[in-house]
């Protein structure tokens, strides 16, 4: 991992009041809002949507975001590179130009805050994640993080900002994808004080350990300094996130947005079958113990049980009450498989599987996996091979609250009303298979979150798209949004 120079005049510690924001950037401001003006306010009055820098301004930061890398001809940014420690800065230029007062905590994670009128108010945190996956693409993470400063920067230009009735803080997370630590949520869960200090001894693949790569980076790396990471929950009021879909649902739907319902719990084995090893010339077809037959009937068999759960546990009478609604979500996969010894003239001796569970009830996700518990250990007795099941990781189901959820459901039926001119359907509800940000912050207060739109579902890959509308949409909910939190107004549009 690169080594940086002069980092550490990036990432310090103590806020730097009343930063001031380069004329410079005033100009661009009144620029960009004249522009956007300009090219709506001809055609069907949309001028109060603050198309240059909810749109405009925010896609040429998402692109110009998108350039800053640790790899050469792909976007890799992970917890601490060099490429992090630079998109950090940027972010935190932008973030003083919406008017917000910013500092970088002991876990590298990027704050911009505005007070409040009421300085004892509890803060509103808006954030996602700015490290990312290898080729990844580049909207997942930078698209909440833009868009939510995007929003603020509105409220600076139209005098609203200094009128919140709470504080607003804006945060970017250091690490939501766990490439480098294989350890996710790395910045939100120090936050939401969900980190242990034994994570800090955790190593990557070059043998630093989190914390060698904090003090590398000017941080204390210390025990104590985690601790100063987190957040009281007592002065926090509620955390959103905008987030790319990352699947194919709203575009199936043609909605641009969807209010995010919960986000599934999580169950990762490890399935380990040993059998015979032999010879594939010599050894009869009854007399085998393979073991890779015998772990692509446990996949197949996988694969029935999650498309049709009520089927299996209800003609197993084990679990009656179930219905056909039940295991909402209810997702299982086999990603990754390895056979011993793994050549073609041989009988595999030894075949493990991961095995990935996802539900939005965890009373559901644990029947399954019990199920499939059973199924492996009887399909293995029938078939002579040892198998043993290892439990790697489980995470509780999140579901988000429903006041929050409201209002954003709220702010995004308004900002497609405004933008398309049309009476909309309802704004869909959807749940998320994939972990966020927000799975931490929900140990730490309430949450909610907002997904957008993005082409075919494509998402941890450079095709990853969305559209500048649909970026421009994401702003409005959240302007909308913030609204509500502006003293003795309405709305900002
Ligand atoms: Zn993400």
Redesign the pocket.
């Known amino acids: 991992m690169a080594v940086v120079s002069g980092k550490s005049s990036l990432f310090y510690s103590v806020p730097a009041k009343n930063a001031s924001v380069p004329s410079l950037s005033i100009a661009l401001i009144l620029l960009l809002v004249a522009e956007g003006l300009e090219a709506e306010s001809v055609d069907d009055g949309r001028n109060q949507l603050f198309a240059g820098i909810l749109r405009d301004e925010a896609v040429e930061r998402i692109n110009q975001l998108a350039k800053i890398s640790d790899a050469d001809g792909y976007l890799e940014r992970t917890f601490l590179s060099s490429a992090s420690v630079k998109a950090a800065q940027l972010i935190i230029e932008w973030m003083r130009d919406a008017g917000l007062r910013t500092w970088v905590d002991q876990m590298g994670n990027v704050h911009g805050r505005s007070e409040a009128l009421n300085t004892t108010a509890e803060t509103l945190l808006i954030g996602?994640?700015a490290d990312t996956v290898v080729d990844a693409g580049k909207f997942?993470?930078s698209l909440g993080i833009i868009c939510a400063i995007s929003a603020l920067k509105v409220l600076k230009t139209n005098g609203k900002l200094h009128k919140l009735s709470r504080p607003v803080e804006v945060i970017a997370f250091s690490d939501?994808?766990g490439v480098r630590f294989q350890s996710t949520f790395l910045g939100s869960a120090a936050i939401a004080g969900q980190l242990p200090a034994s994570a800090l001894r955790t190593s990557d693949k070059n043998g630093a350990t989190i914390q060698d790569v904090l003090k590398e980076n000017s941080f204390e790396g210390s025990d104590a300094s985690l601790l100063q990471v987190k957040y009281d929950p007592e002065s926090v009021w509620g955390y959103i996130e905008v987030?790319?879909e990352?699947g194919p649902v709203l575009e199936s739907l043609g909605s641009p947005l969807g209010i995010v319902k919960g986000i599934a719990g999580q169950t990762r084995l490890k399935v380990k079958v040993s059998g015979s090893q032999g010879h594939a010339g010599t050894v009869p077809m009854l007399m085998r113990q393979d073991s890779m037959v015998a772990a692509a009937e446990l996949i197949v068999n996988l694969e029935s049980l999650c498309k049709y759960p009520d089927r299996a546990l209800t003609y197993k009478e084990q679990c009656g009450s179930y219905k056909k609604e039940s295991f909402s979500g209810l997702v299982c996969t086999v990603g990754e498989i390895s056979s011993w010894p793994g050549a073609s003239n041989v009988i595999p001796g030894q075949v493990n599987f991961t095995v990935d569970i996802r539900a939005m009830d965890d009373d559901d996700r644990g029947a399954i996996v019990t199920e499939f518990s059973r199924q492996v250990y009887q399909i293995c007795d029938n078939r002579m091979v040892n198998c043993t099941i290892e439990h790697k990781h489980t995470a509780e189901a999140v579901h988000c609250d429903s006041e929050l959820s409201q209002q954003l459901k709220q702010a995004a039926h308004s900002t497609v009303k405004k933008m398309s001119r049309k009476i909309q359907d309802e704004v869909p509800v959807l749940m998320s298979g994939?972990g966020?940000?927000a799975m931490a912050m929900s140990h730490l207060t309430k949450v909610g979150m907002l997904f957008v739109r993005c082409r075919g579902g494509v998402?941890h890959s450079p095709d990853e798209y969305v559209s500048d509308n649909d970026v421009w949409a994401a702003g409005l909910v959240l302007l909308h949004f913030l609204d509500q939190h502006v003293s003795g107004d309405c709305m900002s549009s």
């Open positions: 996602s994640h997942d993470g939501e994808e987030h790319i990352q994939a966020h940000d998402s």
